[in-house]
């Protein structure tokens, strides 16, 4: 791989807009490609909230929905509709129609929409993978990612058992996150990543995971992979290959761009309490 910069840009985004601090966040800015996936839709841990401001600020001429984007597993055990999960689609179908190029790649939580790889819905062409060339010519495998885990792919009873567990997390934490609040306390904390980072088994999960995608993937001609399914942002190089992990928008809301000159960054949008909105960049030059 030629010497290429990737950016990890880290983006608290003000929760009101008089705010004057960073105000360029507020601003509508225009990728040429961005990667979003682990919405769940349908979920009660959805943050459409957060999800909207996203779409409504940044533009793109391709967009990628890269899996678990409509969560079934939810929907089966409980009917939950929201306006706004019904506004997002909106939102996204949207973009289509107005020129942007939108593909939607299928996860393990709506896989029941594989079976209609290279269908078009509503201007919204489905794939079950797609490979993504750069405006420098680097070329990304993009997937969910599920097909690369062992729980998910082998022992389903088991992921839908983690799933439950992790739905569980994020309802307490949802109640830590207002009874702070209340009480004046200014936090992002997450139960549900300290957790993940602490349990020694989690994070070795994590680490298998990154390693299966790279060696099934690394020498296949391409220069690196993007992909979702784990909840866990990341741009890194391993051996050469360049591994992007886009995160979700139930718990950490992160999206990987593009902007024109190839350069890939990892942007974290949330509301942040009090308002303040900070920009942290971690620029790293990678050798092939």
């Avoid at 939950?80 to 019904?86: A, E, G, S």
């Avoid at 099934?216 to 220069?223: I, N």
């Amino acid at each position: 791989m030629s010497t290429s910069k990737y950016r990890l840009r880290l983006i608290d985004k003000a929760a009101h807009a008089g705010n004057n601090v960073n105000s360029w966040i507020m601003a509508n800015n225009t990728y040429r490609s961005i990667w979003i996936s682990d919405l769940h839709l349908g979920s009660t841990q959805c943050q459409a909230d957060v999800l909207l401001d996203f779409l409504k600020h940044n533009d793109s001429e391709k967009l990628y929905l890269v899996g678990d984007i409509i969560d079934f597993w939810a929907l089966s055990r409980k009917m939950y509709w929201p306006r706004d999960h019904n506004t997002v689609i909106q939102k996204v179908l949207r973009k289509a129609r107005h020129g942007t190029q939108v593909i939607y790649i299928p996860g393990n939580h709506d896989e029941n929409v594989r079976e209609y790889d290279n269908y078009v819905f509503g201007d919204i062409i489905v794939k079950n993978s797609d490979v993504h060339t750069t405006s420098t010519g680097k070329q990304f495998l993009v997937v969910h990612g599920d097909e690369y885990d062992t729980i998910a792919k082998c022992h389903k009873w088991v992921a839908k058992l983690g799933n439950e567990g992790y739905d569980f997390l994020l309802q307490v934490n949802r109640l830590l996150r207002i009874s702070r609040r209340l009480l004046g306390i200014q936090s992002n904390f997450s139960l549900a990543a300290f957790v993940k980072f602490k349990v020694k088994n989690v994070v070795q999960f994590i680490s298998d995971y990154e390693d299966s995608i790279v060696s099934t993937l690394k020498d296949q001609g391409l220069d690196g992979v993007i992909c979702g399914h784990i909840h866990h942002a990341e741009i890194k190089d391993m051996d050469g290959f360049l591994y992007v992990n886009t995160g979700d928008f139930v718990e950490s809301c992160t999206a990987i761009v593009e902007r024109a000159d190839g350069t890939l960054e990892l942007v974290n949008w949330r509301k942040t309490e009090p308002a303040i909105a900070d920009s942290e960049t971690l620029e790293a030059n990678l050798h092939g």
